[in-house]
T-cell receptor, first 110, second 115 residues
């Protein structure tokens, strides 16, 4: 079983819909990051979380440390939000290594 | 301020050869991390450097090595290339000394094809 699981793997939605992408992990973590990767490969860091909730524009990220779960929400989705969204956790132990989820491929239809 | 740059952007090598990839971080950033991305395995962590010191290393064979220079620029080297090394190699820089607590800025990547 992967230490970081994302769901769904693929998501197609209509423009304007509210989107939720989930990330569950099985290890103790010091931080969780959400990344966005557009076709062509460029990766942008969206959020860095260790507790609670963060908001940036139409994007909201939450984390529940006790339940080992994080969600990324997109409100009023737009075709330009089409990308792969990747959850990454930093393990809380001596090595603090980063582990990535497999990503969620989001396609927003106009 | 210029972003993270990686050279070359594309590279084709044959099995058994070696390759060196270069990463120039954002000016002022002292931490550089390297990642490998393949369709099958997704993103995997290779190395993390801070102030010329390797702080962390992923689970890759010894054929994968790297270093960081005093100007924070970093290189990674892969010797005795195998077909499975074909991947997108990404570099990311951050301001602080720990990638876990800092925003990482990613370069465009080097796409390596091994024939």
């Amino acid at each position: 079983k992967n230490e970081v699981e994302q769901s769904p793997q693929n998501l197609t939605a209509q423009e304007g819909e509210f989107i939720t992408i989930n990330c569950s992990y099985s290890v103790g973590i010091s931080a969780l990051h959400w990344l966005q990767q557009h076709p062509g490969g460029g990766i942008v860091s969206l959020f860095m979380l260790s507790s609670g909730k963060k908001k940036h524009g139409r994007l909201i990220a939450t984390i529940n440390i006790q339940e080992k779960h994080s969600s990324l929400h997109i409100t009023a989705s737009h075709p330009r939000d089409s990308a792969v969204y990747i959850c990454a956790v930093f393990r809380m132990n001596r090595d603090d290594k980063i582990i990535f989820g497999k990503g969620t491929r989001l396609h927003i239809l106009p | 301020k210029a972003g993270v740059t990686q050279t070359p952007r594309y590279l084709i090598k044959t099995r058994g050869q070696q390759v060196t990839l270069s990463c120039s971080p954002i000016s002022g950033h002292r931490s550089v991390s390297w990642y490998q991305q393949t369709p099958g395995q997704g993103l995997q962590f290779l190395f993390e450097y801070f102030s010329e010191t390797q702080r962390n290393k992923g689970n890759f064979p010894g054929r994968f090595s790297g270093r960081q220079f005093s100007n924070s620029r970093s290189e990674m080297n892969v010797s005795t290339l195998e077909l499975g090394d074909s991947a997108l190699y990404l570099c990311a820089s951050s301001l602080g000394d720990r990638a876990s607590t800092d925003t990482q800025y990613f370069g465009p990547g080097t796409r390596l094809t091994v024939l």
